[in-house]
């Protein structure tokens, strides 16, 4: 085989590849991270980070919720501190004959 010949270039590039299927192989079999073609790295999937995700997602729900009722809330407490003493007064005595 002639050093400067399309066969020598095609082996250095066919073994070159072969070491980075073997080299990933082995880092994905040991845990570690993985590369890709361009030296990036691809972290391995945590299966406890999915528990976490529909934790936070569940979480950020409820707290969404709780965020609308205080929004209502806020949005009574400034009609009541902004309306005439004499309507909130009225409102109240009707609420009240109503029970």
């Known amino acids: 085989m002639d ?3 399309p066969q020598f ?7 070159s590849y072969g070491g980075w299927i073997i080299n990933n192989w082995v880092r994905a079999k040991h845990g570690y991270e993985l590369e890709d073609e361009w030296g990036g790295k691809t972290a391995k ?3 406890d980070e999915q528990r976490k995700i529909e934790l936070l997602s569940n979480e ?5 919720g709780k965020i ?7 949005q009574v407490l400034e009609r009541i ?7 909130t007064a009225d409102e109240i005595e009707a609420l009240r004959e109503k029970n």
């Open 45 to 47: 999937a945590n299966p």
């Open 81 to 87: 501190a902004t309306d005439p003493a004499k309507r």
């Open 9 to 15: 270039v095609l082996a250095i590039i066919a073994l």
């Open 60 to 64: 950020n729900e409820e707290l969404v």
């Open 68 to 74: 609308d009722r205080l929004q209502e809330r806020l």
């Open 3 to 5: 050093w400067g010949s």
